[in-house]
């Protein structure tokens, strides 16, 4: 089983799906007009100019921009921001990171292509609106078969097996930082999450839109802390970030051009993996946003690239470089922990603990609300309830079982899932054009 699922992974992770979806961010980029560049400004606008005025409110059976863009970033704001940054480092060099802005970059193009075809075919199943990649791919593509094949991956991916490796990721920070049992890490983690997903979409959107940016603020000043005490060391880590990106002079001797090879290979697998563009995660978010035209929620999607990558796993990345964690052979989370640790002494191993809880917990009710969205797409409103004690029992699960063949496993149903919704973003292509075209004709003036 794990020979199977390592070769699936070999194949889908470092010969395919890195190619594919940084190839669709650029076919993307080319056919919106770099949308990047020309719609990042309203993307802001759209997310953070509403944020303080009475009016900004969604009906009861969606959520507001910011707050679907919130839900989002729960999603795409986890481990992989701590552990998956140092894991490139450690395994492309300090040019990974470079690669992974990259990545970011066009990644941003796709999550503008997934946002608004998830707004245009978005549903309602009972009362509340839904969507994501299983409505385009079955009313848009018109493929059920692959809208199936999606919403069974997904449910699988993040719902299930995605949120027990959350779940360890968590027990294993508190029990390391604290010494409290994994069990009941597992178990208060499992309680706190039910109390949340019982109120439905009011209350994922309420908890997400309060916890997301307090959780990201916290995280971002202790790292701007870090890097203001090492700022001898900022120029040369940048330095370092862009020699490695493009020296085609092995670190440690062997073949020409291994050094830029692996760091492309690793920064930009691990920046996609990350902010998930193409994945057709985040859709599921943006589907259920309340706005005047869908182009105003693919260009606040954009933001959560820029939160997430260019923020972010930026700053995991220069605490790891100017602390000089990435010179002591370690790797993953351990590598991270120990730039906090250098950086902010023995507070700095509570703090990254802490911030590991946050991203974790976030992401867990992110993917909840994914997976829940194909359980209405396949079953409708009155299997969400048995999904739901399913999930929870994943959590307390995850939170004590060995989960190196989970970690795996979760790799690969992510990889599997990703291959529909980019046939469906490729086939859509040309109508994801027509809307940003019908948007800059008819909405831009008034909105921009």
Not at 71 to 91: E, M, P, W, Y
Request: charged share 15%; proline share 2%; hydrophobic share 55%.
């Amino acid at each position: 089983m794990e020979k199977l699922v390592s070769a699936v992974n070999g194949f889908l992770w470092d010969k395919f799906l890195i190619y594919a979806l940084l190839g669709t961010g650029i076919f993307y980029t080319i056919r919106l007009g770099v949308p990047q560049i020309s719609k990042i400004g309203g993307g802001f606008k759209q997310v953070f100019g509403g944020i303080f005025k009475k009016g900004e409110k969604a009906d009861a059976n969606g959520m507001t921009s910011f707050q679907a863009l919130a839900t989002a970033v729960a999603a795409q704001v986890g481990t992989g921001n701590l552990a998956g940054v140092a894991t490139a480092i450690a395994s492309g060099g300090p040019g990974a990171v470079f690669w992974m802005w990259i990545s970011a970059i066009f990644g941003m193009a796709t999550n503008f292509g997934e946002a608004v075809l998830a707004q245009k075919y978005a549903d309602r199943v009972g009362d509340e609106v839904t969507g994501g990649p299983a409505y385009y791919l079955s009313k848009g593509v018109r493929s059920k078969f692959l809208a199936g094949i999606f919403a069974v991956l997904i449910i699988i991916a993040l719902g299930f097996v995605g949120n027990m490796v959350q779940s360890n990721s968590i027990s294993t920070a508190i029990n390391t930082a604290f010494g409290i049992n994994k069990i009941v890490v597992g178990i208060i983690v499992a309680i706190i999450a039910g109390l949340i997903l019982v109120g439905g979409m009011k209350r994922i959107a309420s908890f997400t839109e309060l916890v997301v940016p307090f959780m990201a603020l916290l995280y971002i000043i202790g790292s701007i802390i870090i890097i203001i005490k090492n700022g001898s060391s900022i120029i040369p880590a940048f330095k370092s970030i862009f020699e490695g990106a493009f020296t085609f002079k092995a670190a440690a001797g062997g073949a020409l051009g291994v050094t830029m090879k692996e760091a492309a290979r690793y920064g930009i697998a691990r920046g996609l993996f990350s902010n998930e563009a193409g994945m057709g995660s985040t859709p599921h978010a943006h589907a259920v946003a309340k706005v005047d035209h869908p182009a105003q929620q693919g260009m606040a999607a954009m933001v959560g690239v820029v939160i997430d990558t260019l923020v972010i796993c930026s700053a995991t990345a220069l605490i790891n470089l100017v602390t000089g964690a990435d010179k002591l052979g370690l790797t993953g989370i351990e590598m991270t922990q120990e730039a906090f640790r250098l950086g902010l002494g023995d507070f700095g191993l509570a703090f990254i603990a802490i911030s590991l809880f946050f991203f974790a917990f976030t992401t867990i009710i992110g993917w909840y609300f994914f997976g829940e969205a194909n359980i209405k797409y396949l079953f409708g409103v009155k299997a969400v309830p048995v999904y739901r004690w399913v999930v929870l029992g994943f959590i307390v699960l995850g939170s004590f079982l060995k989960v190196g063949l989970v970690w795996d496993l979760a790799d690969m149903f992510n990889g599997l899932m990703v291959i529909p919704n980019l046939i469906g973003l490729i086939i859509l292509s040309s109508q994801a054009v027509e809307i940003l075209k019908d948007y800059d004709n008819n909405f831009a003036r008034k909105n921009e």
